[in-house]
């Protein structure tokens, strides 16, 4: 057993240091010029309390005030990511509390906005698309003087119509697709974009499924539906008139818009979509063609293939 005495003298020695390292900080602290000026515009503040509250006050210098420190929301320093420190004072207590700094709330109003543009099967050069990146060509003029003829609108709500985008492979009927999405997104409107073979694929695979309903109803609800690539994919009479067709008449009474890609006009369209596995059905087809025009207008795009 250690000799009481020099168990005395450590504690005696650990304590000094202890005594002059609190020292040192509390000079530390309070010639920052933070609380400097923070105590200077508090002059109620007696010494007690700020010996009482020598922590808090370290606790606030030691940490990025309004992102003053960090360079991403990622990237900050904090103890609480994205919440940035406040000294205030009330009957004389120093009290300290948190907001969110800019960094968090921009974060979160991206990561919202994010959540307004859905996709299923979409590639992520898409999904990026931008309207200012859409340069002027001469031989897409039409289809780019309808898309800032439907953005025009937006500002007095969401037009009833979307844009049938018809045209040859690679002219940028997809990209369009994605731009506009990315448009509605200012607006804080919900858009969802689907590659229309991977679509019927993918209600056919879950048809005994539950959560097929939902899907539906996420396609009948959101603000913008946008169908990419429609076409001849549909070999089920079935689909054509039982998923698609009801989905485009509960948007067409709903008023809500849907654009389409396709490589066929509508009349083309027509044709493909009579014939499906149960024979051929001119009047079916031609019903769906005529929600299609409820919905949307039919625009050609011409130009060069992108993809070479
Ligand atoms: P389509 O749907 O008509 O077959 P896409 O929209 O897929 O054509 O376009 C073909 C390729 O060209 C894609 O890789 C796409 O990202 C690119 N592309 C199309 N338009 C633009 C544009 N304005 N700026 C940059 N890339 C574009
Ligand atoms: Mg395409």
Not at 6 to 16: G, Q, R
Not at 31 to 52: C, M, Q, V, W, Y
Not at 173 to 187: C, H, S, W
């Amino acid at each position: 057993m250690e000799p009481v005495q020099s168990t005395l003298k450590k504690w005696m020695a650990n304590n000094k240091n202890f005594q002059e390292q609190y020292e040192e900080i509390k000079k530390e602290v309070i010639n920052s010029a933070e609380i400097k000026a923070f105590l200077g515009s508090h002059p109620e503040i007696t010494k007690k309390e700020i010996d009482k509250n020598l922590i808090k006050l370290y606790e606030y210098k030691s940490q990025s005030k309004q992102c003053d420190r960090c360079e991403s929301f990622e990237k900050c320093t904090n103890m609480i990511q994205g919440y940035s420190p406040v000294l205030h004072v009330t009957d004389g207590e120093i009290h300290l509390s948190y907001e969110k700094c800019h960094l968090r709330r921009a974060h979160e109003k991206e990561q919202a906005q994010r959540k307004l543009v859905q996709s299923l099967y979409m590639p992520k050069d898409i999904l990026q698309a931008s309207i200012t990146d859409i340069d002027n060509d001469e031989k897409r003029g039409k289809a780019l003087a309808e898309m800032n003829h439907f953005i025009r609108q937006l500002k007095n709500g969401l037009p009833p119509k979307g844009i049938y985008f018809y045209g040859p492979f690679g002219v940028g009927k997809t990209y369009f697709l994605g731009a506009i999405a990315n448009v509605l997104k200012q607006f804080e409107i919900s858009s969802m974009l689907i590659y229309m073979p991977e679509f019927v694929r993918e209600i056919r695979a879950s048809i005994k499924d539950d959560s097929i309903n939902k899907k539906i109803d996420a396609f009948k609800n959101i603000d913008v539906l946008m169908l990419d690539d429609i076409g001849a994919e549909m070999q089920s009479a079935w689909f054509r008139d039982e998923i698609l067709g009801s989905i485009l008449q509960y948007r067409m009474m709903e008023k809500l818009p849907v654009f389409f890609t396709s490589n066929y006009s509508l009349d083309q369209l027509s044709s493909e979509l009579e014939t499906t596995r149960d024979g051929v059905e001119t009047v079916k087809a031609k019903r769906i063609i005529e929600r299609i025009k409820q919905v949307s207008k039919e625009v050609p795009v011409f130009g060069k293939n992108r993809r070479n």
